[in-house]
């Protein structure tokens, strides 16, 4: 994705061109095939298969559940918790805990500093201690008990956090915890705790790092082991549990927040101030939670989809944990608002394009957004109007508050990603008419930008910025191009594991598992354990892009952060087309439930 700015000096265009240091998905498959030792896979037209065309006679319904979300009950919600009665408390917790962080890091004792630290992180509260945690951690290092420390647990915790916070670490230290064969020593079986640590500091590795893939077979070896035999320690037979499950570095912020802060209250050697804060913070936040959602309330019923696209998912609560997934701290309130409204926009589209839209539909619908003028809806079906209508005037608005925020115009960038969306909707569409699977290859070639990562990486990074936004900004977001495109793929094969089996019921276009199954005559337990390989070998990329300097750090966040809540809506299946389920207990405790003091 390279920037190409107009003549105008406040007009901005974004264009994707030839990006030489770009792995396309052949060149994914093939690195990840090198690391498994096996041959890649390459791409082949002849193999993919071209069935005869069997064009709906009616039109398709998905039959999504209603919402269960009403605007009564959104509008029902309330908390007594607010900055104004509980802001001196707040401030009052904030200057202990500081404190606590900077009196650990001169007590030279490295694992209680890194301790407190990966708890402030956990709990949720790292964005009030920042400069705190980077001058503890400059002490830390400055002590040279890097290199020095024989205990396990020690050294992995700071290899994750350094590697966390951005700070270059040589995976070679794990070296002194092996036996001259290369393997981890036997001795260290017996080190739960440190186990868990190695474990969860090799997902912070980049590709061609054996020793944290051999960290990675070792430990979860031991620690399934451990859960299945030895384990006496509840609390800790639940971490390993967890980790096993979904390591710390993929979870979602929010929900890890939510999560720990129940098992840290049961440490005995818990921070008590910094355990209040959090409870506090969680419930401070919460308070500004509901607020956006009965804002972003109001201007949903006003499109009123429910009645004027019925054939889509109603889903502007499950849309807000996405957003809030994405950009969860509270002072991006715009940021989640505006992408909510995105995301929503984006959702009714996409079922458009899956399910309900004839092929010559959608190629109208298509030619209609390359155009981005009020005068082409004229061509447009009836149904299709208010959607297109809805379209154009959020982007007009985003960049009309751009621009009066920043004196930018970043029109272009917004209705070149909207036109590459809708361009790989109408790829995947003509293959569902034309009855055609494509090679894995060729459906990641699309389908990285069709779930809709880069468009939303946009968007959040022109919310994010505000009045900040400038030329210069909007240039240095083409040094995550890669980072977006890895975190896209991320998002793309969650997205896959989640929704494949009941898009697949109903007929919709093939997804990856689909893909991979009919190219290499495999099972679907086998597509599927290929699939979270990638995604995998895709996070080693992802922490790789992380590390680079060039790249903004906000870019860095948000990247991260969409990569992980696709982790956790498609966990247990399709959290957003079924979201009674998991998806409705999350955002039960995220928005209305607050944690009892």
């Known amino acids: 994705m390279n920037l190409v700015f107009s003549s105008s000096p406040t007009s901005v265009s974004l264009t994707r061109t030839s990006h030489p240091r770009m792995l396309v998905p052949g060149q994914l498959l093939q ?12 791409s082949n037209s002849s193999s993919s298969k071209v069935i005869d065309p069997t064009p709906a006679a009616q039109r398709r319904l998905a039959q999504y559940h209603p919402t269960i979300w009403g605007p009564d009950l959104i509008d029902s919600f309330t908390t007594h918790y607010t900055y104004e009665s509980h802001g001196t408390r707040l401030e009052g917790l904030k200057k202990n805990v500081a404190k606590a962080i900077v009196a650990s890091s001169i007590k030279d004792d490295a694992c209680s500093i890194l301790k407190l630290i990966a708890s402030v992180q956990r709990l949720g509260v790292a964005y009030h201690f920042r400069k ?41 230290l794990f070296n002194k915890f092996r036996s001259g064969e290369g393997s981890f020593k036997d001795s260290l079986s017996n080190d739960v705790e440190g186990l868990l640590s190695l474990y969860e500091a090799s997902h912070l590795g ?19 082991q451990s859960v299945a035999t030895v384990l006496n320690d509840d609390n800790l037979t639940k971490r390993v549990k967890k980790s096993l499950q979904t390591p710390v570095h993929w979870r979602m912020p929010r929900i890890e927040a939510l999560n720990f802060i129940d098992m840290y209250q049961r440490d005995d050697s818990k921070n008590l101030a910094l355990l209040e804060l959090a409870k506090l913070d969680y419930n401070l936040v919460q308070s500004v939670y509901q607020i956006e959602i009965k804002e972003l309330s109001r201007w949903w019923r006003k499109l009123d989809f429910k009645s004027k696209a019925s054939f889509s998912r109603d ?67 009836e149904y299709m109007k208010p959607i297109y209508i809805a379209l154009l005037e959020f982007g007009n608005e985003l960049s009309d508050n751009a621009f009066k925020n920043s004196g930018l115009n970043p029109l272009p960038c917004i ?32 389908a990285w930008t069709s779930v809709g990562g880069p468009a939303v990486m946009l968007h959040a990074y022109l919310l994010t ?3 900040q936004l400038t030329e210069a900004s909007l240039e240095s977001f083409n040094h995550g191009f890669q980072l977006i495109y890895w975190s896209s793929i991320v998002t793309r094969l969650n997205d896959d594991l989640g ?13 990856s598992i689909q893909c991979y199954m009919e190219e290499k005559g495999v099972s679907e337990e086998e597509a599927q354990d290929y699939i979270k390989g990638l995604i995998s070998y895709s996070w080693k990329k992802i922490n790789q892009e992380s590390a680079k300097t060039s790249i903004p750090k906000s870019i860095v966040n948000l990247c991260l952060n969409m990569a992980r809540t696709a982790h956790c809506i498609y966990e247990h299946g399709d959290g957003i087309g079924n979201s009674i389920g998991v998806t409705k207990d999350r955002l039960i405790s995220l928005i209305t439930n607050p944690i009892p003091g």
């Open 206 to 224: 980049m590709p061609g790092e054996d020793v944290l893939e051999e960290a990675k077979r070792f430990s979860s070896k031991i620690l399934k």
């Open 315 to 381: 889903r502007l609560m499950e849309s807000y944990l996405g957003a809030m997934g994405i950009s969860h701290e509270p002072q991006f309130s715009e940021c989640r608002i505006g992408l909510t409204k995105f995301m929503c926009i984006l959702t009714v589209i996409d079922d458009m394009y899956d399910v309900y839209g004839f092929l010559d539909e959608l190629e109208c619908f298509t030619d209609a957004v390359i155009q981005w003028n009020m005068e082409a809806k004229e061509k447009l079906p």
């Open 415 to 446: 209705k070149n990603e909207w036109v590459n969306l809708c361009k790989t909707y109408i790829v995947e569409a003509r293959w569902f008419y034309g009855g055609y699977t494509p090679t894995l290859e060729e459906y990641l070639k699309n």
């Open 31 to 42: 690195a990840y095939h090198t690391t498994r030792g096996k041959q890649a896979i390459v």
């Open 132 to 172: 705190e945690i980077q001058e503890a951690l400059a002490t830390l290092l400055s002590s040279n008990t890097l290199s020095t420390t024989n205990d396990l647990h020690t050294a992995a915790l700071q290899f994750q956090i350094l590697r966390e916070n951005g700070i270059s670490v040589s995976s070679d």
């Open 499 to 511: 929704t494949s089996k009941p898009e697949g019921e109903r007929g919709d276009v093939v997804k």
């Open 465 to 467: 910025e505000g009045c």
